[in-house]
């Protein structure tokens, strides 16, 4: 099993950043895809970004260009950097992680943008 702590919600004003991090409970290279998703109060779970073991990375329409994955090799932690946020983007992030034919995710960080 893998757990995956996350950090870094908070309440921001809109046009400010954040960065969210995740780190799991198992090495960083045998975990094949590391994600962030969202999930605003009556909405499904959405994809954010995603983070492939060689570094391939992929991000929904409604955060591109700004919004960054990257991950820490050293730290075995995968991080979201939030710039420009939106009221829209409130929502509770959730990090996940594709191990042995799995997906495990995290417990969720609350992130509030104030208009």
């Known amino acids: 099993q893998v757990q995956l702590a996350e950090s870094g919600g908070g309440l921001v004003q809109a046009g400010g950043s954040l960065r969210l991090s995740c780190a799991p409970s198992?090495?960083?290279?045998?975990?094949?895809?590391m994600g962030w998703h969202r999930q605003a109060p009556g909405k499904q779970r959405e994809l954010v970004a995603t983070?492939?073991?060689?570094?391939?990375?992929m991000y929904a329409d409604s955060v591109k260009g700004r919004f960054t994955i990257s991950r820490d090799n050293a730290k075995n932690t995968v991080y979201l950097q939030m710039s420009s946020l939106k009221p829209e983007d409130t929502a509770v992030y959730y990090c996940?992680?594709?191990?042995?034919?799995?997906?495990?995710w995290g417990q969720g960080t609350q992130v509030t943008v104030s208009s």
């Open positions: 996940s992680a594709d191990y042995q034919y799995r997906t495990y």
């Open positions: 198992v090495s960083r290279f045998r975990i094949n895809t």
């Open positions: 983070i492939s073991s060689i570094g391939s990375t």
